[in-house]
């Protein structure tokens, strides 16, 4: 997660309000299709694991999941799905080289700054093994703000992202754009992208 003290804040305080928001069928459908690109017992990095709904969908499936978050509440939720390893951590401390099969980034880098975009995403290529699949969600737009409860975003558009991620050597190639509503209750549109390290 990013060191964004205020954005951390914001998900300790609603973390157990976070937990109830189902997975859209957009993202679940995203999720299937990010397993089956991947190696039978894949091992896979949740990066902003959030409440572990991914990574206990994941584990379901047959994969070894690391899941991390800068929220140390949300991290508590994630610790009792069964099976899961959960550890707090910022985007800034994944040091990993070639360890993991797939990286799922589901809205989680949107709180990262701008300019520290392109430092994420060469830190998760990487984490990745040679020919790993990635997937990203992020909301659309062009601007860095703060959302009605505080909590910091970047939005991009769909070219910037993909520029992004093909500087950083990767090649995309399943994208899905859509509108949903989240913790803050607006509705925003969003992209997921699921690329190849």
């Known amino acids: 997660m990013s060191a964004d003290a205020k954005t951390l804040a914001i998900y300790d305080a609603k973390a157990a309000d976070y937990a109830k928001i189902v997975v859209s069928k957009a993202e679940h459908k995203s999720l299937i299709g990010f397993v089956e690109d991947l190696p039978k017992g894949a091992h896979v990095l949740d990066l902003g694991c959030g409440p572990g709904h991914y990574a206990a969908e994941m584990l379901k499936r047959g994969c070894t999941v690391d899941a991390v978050d800068g ?6 939720l994630a ?11 910022l985007f800034d401390d994944l040091d ?3 360890t993991y099969d797939g990286v799922w980034a589901s809205f989680s ?11 994420h995403l060469g830190q998760i290529k990487r984490a990745l093994k040679p020919s790993g699949v990635f997937h990203i969600g992020m909301k659309l737009g062009d601007a860095e703000a703060r959302d009605a ?8 558009s769909e070219p910037e992202l993909l520029e ?19 913790l803050s209750g607006s509705i925003d549109k969003f992209i997921l992208v699921r690329a190849h390290g």
Request: charged share 20%; proline share 5%.
């Open 149 to 156: 409860l505080g909590r910091a975003y970047t939005y991009v």
């Open 96 to 98: 990993a080289v070639e």
């Open 164 to 182: 992004l991620l093909t500087d950083a050597g990767f090649e995309p190639y399943d994208i899905f754009k859509g509108e949903g509503t989240g």
């Open 79 to 89: 610790q009792a799905v069964e099976g899961l390893n959960a550890t707090q951590a």
């Open 71 to 76: 929220s140390a509440a949300m991290v508590a």
């Open 109 to 119: 880098l949107l709180h990262a700054p701008r300019k520290k975009l392109p430092q």
